[in-house]
């Protein structure tokens, strides 16, 4: 196994997953503010703080993903975020791409930017200690004419090339082509699209020599559309989202983690609870794990309150949580 691919491993270590914390400035600032919670430089780095700083996190994680702007800064401990994690044995890693906009030929559709400056960034970030990377392409099912073909290839396009540059910076690329779960879109339609999308990405990644052994992918559940008026039981979605994988992921990547995507943190849980059992019974071939932002934030934010007082609080439910989620993995 080559140095990639034994990080892209490490990641998936048993019993741990990642946390997504990379929020972009706009995102973490509605984050936030959906909270009720001011937004600021400090702000968001007190929001990082409540996370990285929990005690006991080392024991559920393996990787955190991070913000650019976050590498950069300190947490109460006054220690650079990135070496404070290593220091606990938590991979670092970075979201590279730069956002999304609208398609010009179809704008209910979103192209993912940020591949001009590309090598330049990775460079930047590896120095200050990034050791993976992620790049997410959204993804929308809803209306009968979406996904275009033409949305999911130059999405898979973008993704490949990315693949290529982080692997040549010696960083290890997740690859997130996020198909939305807002809609009301049927479980069904939700499997056929994440089994194209994902079948589109990976014969793309073949045209453009990526190699596959360090590849991550990091992907949806199927789903029915959050406003279908459908719940889904975890076997239902254990059930299509294995069969989607199994048709369209090679055996060779490196593994696979999941997005939260909006669900609630005791209904994510329970659906990665049922896929990583019913990946067992299939002798699916790729590890799995977990890589929630929402899932395993949204408990803590709603106790913390940008308060300091509520802090301890916060912590203890996201250690909870993590708890849980790592003990789904089985
Ligand atoms: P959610 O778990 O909130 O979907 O976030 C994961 C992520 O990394 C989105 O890009």
Known sequence: MNDLAATAHSLFAPGKGLLAADESVHTATARLASYGIATSAEMRRQYRDLFFGTEGIEQY???????????LEKGNDKELFPASLVARGIVPGVKVDGGTEPMSSSSAELITQGLLDLPERLAAYHAQGAVFTKWRAVIRIDGDQLPSASA???NAKRLASYAKEAQSAGMVPILEP?????GKHSRARARTVLTETLG??????????????????????????KESGKKDTPEEVAEDTL???????????????????????????????????????????????????RALQEEALELWKGEEANVPAARAAFLARLKKVSAALG
């Open 152 to 154: 999911i290839h130059e």
């Open 178 to 182: 996020e198909v939305l779960y807002e």
């Open 61 to 71: 994680l393996s990787g955190i993903i991070l913000f650019s702007e976050t590498l």
């Open 200 to 225: 589109t990405v990976f014969s793309v990644l073949d045209e453009h020599a990526v190699d596959r052994a360090s590849v991550i992918l990091k992907t949806a559940m199927a789903l029915s559309g």
């Open 243 to 293: 069969a989607a994988l199994r048709e369209s992921v090679p055996s060779d990547i490196a593994g696979i983690v999941f997005l939260s995507g909006g669900q609630a943190p005791d209904q994510a849980t329970a659906n990665l609870e049922a896929i990583a059992r019913r990946a067992r019974e299939v002798s699916a071939p790729w590890p799995l794990t977990f890589s929630y932002a």
